[in-house]
């Protein structure tokens, strides 16, 4: 009887579990939907974006933190591991550098020099996928090296980027002639601020 | 406190630790969410290795957590479990593949990330742990050397998966959740240390003697022991426990024995022991005086556990030994309550405690029905196995209210509950002990 029991314990502890892998699954990926709508994200979308608010930094600083930091790092240097993303306003200006600093968040990156490719992240919405790469840009720029607002992203040239059907190896040939992300080195003194709103002040997730 | 109250008790806490990391990955801050697949993996993963970290836990004999359940049930759930542990884990890394192919550099021993290295290694350690397990006999691994090998590759699968959960780890985001999850490895791994080392060191207070060996029937051999300097424990009768031979308790050299003697006596134990294996041939040949060390008693196969009107005992071979322990406890309690046993071997020399047995019917309302497949000449008890027509001619009347003990080989259990459910003998009246519990 005891093992009988036992048994049946198993099997139903077992169906449970997957069960409630795929529901855990089914609602961080239902999140996706809520991102598209907009909905978790800052009300300054709607009274005429203009990413130099501070509510978009706090998003972007926000996104980075859920998002990149595991990887790159709480300062973008990746210690090592992963690719530093420090310094990277010279992209800006280089011939197609622009939209290679977004297909790489939407289609991933894969170049051999890192052991881990960068996986895709089509998952974000424009609007975090804008507010993050400002961030970076910004954030991790060094001394005196920030772009300046008029070069900074916003999401509908981010959407335009989307549905183009490229390869991590794609976006690496792609990318601009310029030196490595390597070569440019590390060491940016970055200023951490974790206090920051995650969303504007009043605004539910 | 009641039996089943605890054991729903310890299942809520069960319940709630293998599903606590689902919960402390939902506690913000929380990654954004990414596709079903790689949700899903991450899940698989998390729920797998929970389960595997559990298993220090199932393993460790704690008699309060085994108690209600039986130990022996308690370790085939450990067996069950870790294979679905095992596919869980497995599926991890094939689901986040199948998400985005490009994933397969990550698979390189020598390219991808630390994590993924820790990763990789870990499952592979965790197929050669159950590679090992599962076709141990087949492998030819001495039992001594399986459990030094089990032990070590455990460790190492939830260090090494440790190292990959806190590399990797999305979902560890946060200071306060990598100290949760080492805190929480370094917890379960020095489990193995209080098995090892905490518990041999408690026994080597506690040593039993020797006292006399004395050769039984059909290859058993009944080994007395006494206590050393202390008061022996109390057991139920037909508990077991495991046995360890020489003058160190810090051996993996140990096996289970079920006790034979009564658990009115504290101080001194007698096992039935059958040569099955190397351990139990050397222990047939034992110099009296030889120090043991006991760790006991386990087990839920035991009369103390199913109150009734009357018993009947069914046993094939070596599976008399928890019978005799039963038999003893009722003589020395001065029980009037109806037993029949009912024993089967194969010869009549193979019969062992007979004498032991015709003693005990002067002190108990008992009947016996010894079963021989090949039987003298002047046999007159049953002959063949253990079958239907045999119970129905040979049960009590009475047998709808009855308990029934039965223990022996697997294929004979098997047999005999059969025919008593066929025979209208519910299911919960019958309680069944394997003694290969490897």
């Not at chain 1, 993050?132 to 001394?143: D, Q, S």
């Not at chain 2, 994933?103 to 390219?111: A, M, S, T």
């Not at chain 2, 002959?383 to 049960?395: A, I, N, P, Q, Y």
Request: proline share 7%; glycine share 10%.
């Amino acid at each position: 009887m005891r093992h009988i029991l036992a048994n049946v314990f198993t099997y139903v502890l077992v169906i449970g579990l997957i069960l409630g892998a795929m529901g855990f699954a089914w609602v961080r990926s239902a999140q996706l939907v809520i991102a598209h709508e907009g909905d978790v994200e800052p009300r300054v979308l709607f009274d005429g974006p203009d990413p130099t608010a501070a509510d978009w930094l706090a998003f972007g600083e926000r996104t980075y933190r859920v998002n990149c930091q595991n990887c790159h790092t709480v300062d973008g240097s990746g210690r090592g591991m992963y690719p530093p993303i420090q310094r990277m306003a010279v992209h800006l200006t280089a011939d197609g550098g622009r939209d290679y600093l977004v297909n790489l968040t939407l289609y991933g990156l894969y170049t051999g020099t890192y052991g881990a490719p960068m996986p895709p992240m089509p998952e974000l919405s424009d609007a975090e996928i804008a507010a993050v790469t400002n961030y970076i840009l910004v954030h991790f720029a060094g001394e005196g090296n920030a772009p300046d607002a008029s070069r900074w992203y916003f999401p509908r040239e981010v959407a335009t980027l989307r549905g183009q059907r490229l390869s991590e190896w794609d976006v690496a040939d792609s990318r601009p002639a310029i030196p490595s992300a390597r070569d440019l080195g590390r060491g940016v003194k970055v200023n951490i601020t974790t206090d920051a709103p995650a969303v504007p002040e009043g605004e539910d997730e | 406190m009641n039996r089943t109250l605890i054991g729903v008790v310890w299942l809520s806490v069960y319940l709630f630790v293998v599903l606590a990391p689902i919960g402390l990955m939902l506690v913000p801050p929380v990654p954004t969410g990414r596709s079903f697949l790689v949700e899903l993996s991450v899940a698989l993963g998390f729920v797998g290795l929970t389960q595997i970290g559990i298993q220090f836990v199932l393993i460790g004999r704690f008699k309060p957590l085994t108690y209600p359940y039986g130990i022996d049930v308690v370790l085939k759930y450990h067996r069950q479990i870790a294979i679905v542990a095992m596919l869980l884990v497995l599926i991890h890394p094939v689901l986040l593949l199948i998400e985005h192919p490009a994933r397969i550099v990550l698979f390189n021993p020598f390219g991808g990330t630390y994590a993924s290295k820790f990763g990789i290694l870990a499952v592979l350690l965790l197929i050669a742990l159950a590679v090992t397990s599962v076709w141990r006999e087949r492998l030819k691994i001495r039992y001594e050397h399986w459990r030094f090998v089990h032990t070590g590759l455990g460790i190492l699968v939830l260090v090494f998966a440790q190292a990959h959960v806190s590399l990797a780890g999305l979902y560890i985001n946060t200071l306060w959740k990598q100290i949760l999850w080492l805190v929480s490895s370094v917890g379960l791994v020095s489990l193995i240390a209080y098995l090892r080392l905490i518990k041999p060191w408690l026994q080597q207070r506690r040593p039993w003697r020797i006292v006399g060996v004395r050769p039984e029937g059909g290859g058993t051999v009944n080994i007395d022991i006494e206590a050393v300097g202390h008061d022996g424990f109390r057991f139920h009768p037909g508990q077991f426990a495991w046995i360890k031979v020489g003058d160190s308790p810090f051996t993996l050299d140990e096996h289970p024995y079920s006790f034979a003697s009564s658990a009115e006596k504290t101080t001194g134990l007698s096992f039935g022991v059958k040569a099955l294996g190397d351990f139990s041939e050397r222990l047939q040949q034992i110099d009296e005086g030889t120090t043991v060390y006991v760790d006991g008693p386990h087990g839920a196969f035991s009369i103390d556990r199913a109150q009734a009107p009357g018993y009947v005992f069914i046993a094939g071979g070596v599976g008399i030994t928890p019978m005799m322990s039963f038999l003893n406890t009722l003589a020395d309690r001065g029980d009037p309550r109806p037993i029949l046993l009912i024993y089967s071997t194969n010869t009549e020399p193979e019969l062992a405690y007979s004498e032991e047995i015709e003693a005990l019917k002067d002190r108990l309302d008992l009947e016996t029905v010894f079963v021989l497949d090949e039987p003298p000449h002047d046999w007159a008890a049953e002959e063949g196995k253990v079958t239907g027509d045999l119970l129905e001619r040979r049960l009590p009347k009475d047998r709808f209210v009855r308990r029934f003990f039965v223990c022996g080989p697997g294929p004979m259990m098997t047999a005999v509950q059969e025919a008593l459910l066929e025979h209208g003998v519910p299911q919960s009246h019958i309680y069944l002990e394997k003694f290969a519990l490897a």
